[in-house]
Nanobody
Framework: QVQLVESGGGLVQAGGSLRLSCAAS????????MGWFRQAPGKEREFIAA????????YYSDSVKGRFTISGDNAKNTVTLQMNTLKPEDTAVYYC???????????????????????WGQGTQVTVSS
């Protein structure tokens, strides 16, 4: 099992920045990748970014590419999402998620799909005012 805890959400004005962190504990060595998703009221959970544990390959959604940066620290078992030039449409609950190696090797893993992720944090609210 892997436990994930997000931190760093809050209220910021449009154009500002926030830094989200996700602390992982438990069997972190059994994970293949970690990702960030967000969900606004009445909308589906949306992929934001992902990073592989080995090699640090990153993936971004078009909506945040160039504004958000995902990074990982395997020694500290943390993943960070630096969010710059925030817009009101970025307002949502942001979730950290992790993919197990077993899921990756099952051939079913799609990094943009929430159902591909095995572990989830409780979420942290990000609100961007106009």
């Amino acid at each position: 099992q892997v436990q994930l805890v997000e931190s760093g959400g809050g209220l910021v004005q449009a154009g500002g920045s926030l830094r989200l962190s996700c602390a992982a504990s438990g069997r972190t060595s059994s994970t293949y990748a970690m990702g960030w998703f967000r969900q606004a009221p009445g909308k589906e959970r949306e992929f934001i970014a992902a990073i592989t544990r080995t090699g640090g390959t990153t993936y971004y959604s078009d909506s945040v590419k160039g504004r958000f940066t995902i990074s990982g620290d395997n020694a500290k078992n943390t993943v960070t999402l630096q969010m710059n030039t925030l817009k009101p449409e970025d307002t949502a609950v942001y979730y950290c998620a992790a993919v197990a190696l077993a899921t990756k090797y099952s051939g079913t893993y799609v990094y943009t799909r929430p159902r591909s992720y095995d572990y989830w944090g409780q979420g942290t609210q990000v609100t961007v005012s106009s």
